[in-house]
């Protein structure tokens, strides 16, 4: 095939497409993504569908995985030339080698362009320094991380929601979910006098158990997690509601004292956005972690921390 280049009128080469790095978090419900200039600046940032790790094992989550980080690179292409890949993959291992290839053949880079690593590890570094305190995240999952003086990820929790997750946006709709059908069990129609079941067969669509049923087994954990802000939404009105949401801070600060057990008090920050559902939650947490431990919220914004991180891997402009 032959070819022709043409230079503009003025004679000029067009200037090069600078060269960004990428920071992609990825979680249940969300992933977000922000690319980073030389001078790990972010240039740009969005937001796609969540993903995790654990949905790898599937011929359906491996579809989804190529359809999300394929739109990633076609996205991060159109802002200029990607030159690493930083991502943080709810439940990512590093047994799990087939993921981080795939990722740089859809990227269309060298596998030592892409580093790979769970999600909370990027989260913790954007708010703390090494071995400065203990994080606890709460979205759809629940974990409390820490990153030592040379480097070493520590958690509490982060079991996933067969086996915990307390506290996060999946257990309290868990809670909930279970409070209503126990009720009805004894009390058949019980839902019409309970605010916090109307809530939650409001989001459902139904009071019928089938779509309950539906929801629950055909659902992602995201969308599962999202009835906690149905919980939320009457906590002022029902008490049950109220209870599960201080139950979540109680749960949270277990996570924090885990940590505080084995390495010692130091400060916690609560990321996530379990925190912005209902200030039951922080309220509980702060009740139930020691007094001389500090608490602090925050929002992480991880996927800008994991651009800027593979900003610095960029070579330098000649």
């Given at each position: 095939m032959n070819s022709e280049f043409f230079?503009?009128?003025s004679g000029e080469l067009p200037p090069p497409l600078p060269l960004l790095g990428l920071g992609i978090d990825t979680g249940g419900t969300q992933t977000r993504w922000a690319l980073a200039n030389q001078q790990q600046s972010v240039v740009a940032s969005g937001t796609a569908e969540g993903f995790t790790a654990l949905q790898f094992g599937t011929r359906e989550g491996k579809t989804a995985f190529q359809?999300?980080?394929?739109t990633l690179a076609a996205?991060?292409?159109?802002?200029?030339?990607l030159g690493y890949v930083k991502a943080g993959i709810t439940g990512f291992s590093s047994e799990q080698a087939q993921l981080h290839h795939m990722i740089a053949r859809i990227?269309?880079?060298?596998?030592?362009?892409?580093?790979?690593?769970?999600d909370i590890e990027i989260a913790y570094l954007d708010i703390f320094s090494p071995g400065a305190g203990y994080l606890i995240y709460a979205?759809?999952?629940?974990?409390?991380?820490?990153i030592d003086e040379n480097g070493e990820f520590h958690r509490a929790g982060g079991r996933g929601y067969l086996i915990d997750?307390?506290?996060?946006?999946?257990?309290?709709?868990?809670?909930?979910?279970?409070?209503?059908?126990?009720n009805e069990d004894e009390?058949?129609?019980?839902?019409?006098?309970?605010?916090l079941a109307q809530s939650i067969f409001h989001q459902i669509g139904s009071h019928d158990w089938q779509r309950t049923k539906d929801f629950v087994y055909h659902r992602?954990?995201?969308?599962?997690?999202?009835?906690?802000?149905?919980?939320?939404?009457?906590?002022?009105?029902?008490?049950?509601?109220?209870?599960i949401l201080w139950r979540a801070g109680q749960e949270l600060a277990r996570l924090a004292i885990s940590l505080c057990h084995r390495y010692g008090p130091r400060p916690v920050v609560l990321s996530g956005r379990v925190q912005e559902l209902h200030p039951l939650i922080t309220e509980s947490l702060r009740k139930h972690l020691p007094s001389e431990i500090s608490l602090r919220q925050s929002t992480c914004q991880a996927h800008f921390s994991a651009a800027r991180l593979a900003a610095k891997q960029l070579p330098d402009t000649p």
């Open positions: 230079l503009p009128e359809h999300l980080f394929a996205t991060a292409r159109s802002h200029g030339e990227f269309e880079l060298p596998d030592s362009s892409v580093s790979i690593g769970n979205g759809t999952g629940s974990i409390a991380a820490y997750d307390g506290g996060s946006g999946y257990w309290i709709a868990r809670e909930a979910l279970q409070y209503i059908w126990r009390q058949p129609g019980y839902w019409r006098q309970s605010r992602s954990r995201g969308d599962i997690g999202k009835l906690a802000l149905g919980v939320a939404a009457v906590a002022s009105q029902d008490t049950v509601a109220a209870d």
